[in-house]
């Protein structure tokens, strides 16, 4: 009986010591554990064997690295009384043609023209723009807005009221309009019968615009009933899949060959294509250029994360390596021009609850519909579709989305700091991130000397498995 005691003992000894011995996947909640944070500030540093260079910042800087901003200085715009326009019949005829109407509906349709988005330049002094057709029922706010290209983007750009509602009354915006042989004012919601029964003459006054030569700018429409705006830059437009504006008598030698005195641009007030505001540009001796602003594609940076579930390192020092798979959350985001960050989530590689943006609907398990213990896309556990979302924000860079973990009974942020151990590190967006359990400098051997010493090393290009 003895023996037999003594034998079963030996065996769960024995049990024991390879269940200890096997490395787990699984967050342990029994084993006692230091404060999170600081053991793994701890490991870090000796997994990468040093202390971190004080300059690092982990890619952020990098990929999304605010610019120095110089904002542009004001601008000036006077309804300009003493400053007519007169345009003849034959002028209105070739509006007409180019800003085509619906016959049945009344409605505007899809103008003559290929430009459909742009910003005029500032050449000279000043330069005016007259409001000359209008056919909304919408109460409508138009403006300017401008920038300094040269320390700014269209995402930094000011805006200045000229006409604060487009329902509020016409006369200083245009007067009159010569119709079977009398001067009319044009009716704000009935500009179709207006254009339809044959204008023969149109006057108005000019919005002067004054500002810096160089300067970029150029018009918008704020539907006030819906809140929306529209610019005749698209970039700046919260829809941008259709052609909201028009603009013709640039590089148009038809439309030159008739016209030689102006631009003519028209802006929609809604989601549908068409213009239901047209807009004149006069060629003056500091006639504005034009830059052709095409919608700019999202630009996506990688974000790879470790969930802080660091072990404690052994007796001999050694830590343990594959702890640093940086899988836990891939996650790539883009910024667009409105501050909403764009995010498409790759891979949930922890057995922790991760979450974005302080959204508990944004935890990473249930976006990919898994239980809390399934690591998704990291060659262990099901394979599933990225999951793209949108955070409204705003955001001014890919580092400032939020990212938490949920451990020792609260929520820990995963970060980046400079000159710190980082949590999070920011990569190109076709980075291939390491398998579960595989240690990031093992697929990614200058990833230590990228953290140590080089800051500018391209370390992700150094790929050996």
Not at 19 to 33: A, N
Not at 51 to 76: H, I, M, P
Not at 102 to 116: A, E, F, L, M, R
Not at 327 to 356: F, M, P, S, Y
Request: proline residues 4%.
């Amino acid at each position: 009986m003895i023996k037999k005691y003594f034998m079963l003992s030996m065996l769960a000894a024995v049990l024991l010591s390879a269940v200890s011995s096997c490395k787990t996947d699984l967050y342990e909640p029994d084993r006692k554990e230091k404060d999170a944070k600081k053991l793994y500030e701890e490991n870090f540093k000796a997994y990468i064997g040093g202390e971190v260079n004080k300059q690092q910042e982990w890619g952020f800087n990098k990929t999304f690295k605010s610019r120095a901003l110089t904002r542009a200085s004001d601008a000036t715009v006077k309804l300009n009384e003493g400053y007519n326009f007169t345009y003849p019949k034959s002028f209105m005829d070739i509006v007409k043609d180019y800003f085509l109407e619906d016959k049945d509906t009344k409605k505007p349709v899809k103008p003559v023209s290929n430009i459909t988005s742009w910003d005029f330049v500032m050449k000279g002094e000043f330069a005016n723009v007259l409001a000359i057709y209008s056919n909304t029922t919408a109460n409508d706010e138009v403006g300017i807005y401008w920038y300094d290209p040269a320390t700014e983007t269209f995402a930094q750009a000011q805006k200045k009221t000229i006409i604060a509602n487009i329902q509020n009354g016409l006369d200083p915006y245009y007067l009159l309009m010569v119709v079977e042989g009398r001067w009319d004012k044009p009716s704000t919601t009935d500009g179709f019968s207006v254009w339809a029964n044959g204008v023969q003459k149109m006057e108005n006054n000019a919005f002067t615009i004054k500002m810096a030569v160089g300067y970029y700018f150029g018009v918008y429409v704020k539907n006030l009933d819906t809140g929306k705006t529209y610019y005749t830059n698209v970039n700046l437009n919260a829809k941008k899949d259709e052609p909201l504006a028009a603009l013709v008598g640039y590089n148009n030698d038809a439309f030159m060959k008739q016209n030689e005195i102006n631009y003519v641009f028209g802006l929609s007030d809604d989601d549908v294509p068409g213009c239901e505001l047209i807009f004149t540009l006069p060629k003056l001796s500091t006639y504005p250029d034009v830059v052709i602003q095409e919608e700019k594609k999202l630009e996506y940076t990688r974000i790879i994360a470790e969930d802080l579930n660091a072990h404690d390192i052994d007796k001999d020092g050694e830590v343990d390596d594959t702890d640093f798979d940086f899988n836990d959350i891939v996650l790539d985001v883009a910024i667009d021009t409105e501050g909403k960050a764009h995010c498409i989530l790759q891979a949930a590689g922890a057995t922790l609850k991760i979450r974005v943006n302080k959204d508990d609907n944004l935890e990473v398990h249930k976006l990919f519909g898994v239980g809390e213990t399934e690591m998704v896309n990291t060659n262990k556990g099901p394979k599933k579709d990225p999951v793209e979302f949108v955070l409204d924000g705003p955001f001014s860079s890919v580092r400032d989305v939020p990212i938490h973990v949920y451990r020792q009974n609260s929520w820990m942020e995963l970060t980046a700091p400079k000159g710190g151990a980082a949590s999070k590190i920011a990569v190109p967006a076709d980075f291939v991130w390491p398998d579960e359990r595989v240690s990031i400098k093992t697929v990614y051997p200058d990833f230590p000397r990228y953290a140590i010493d080089d800051i500018d090393a391209e370390w992700w290009k150094n790929k050996i498995r």
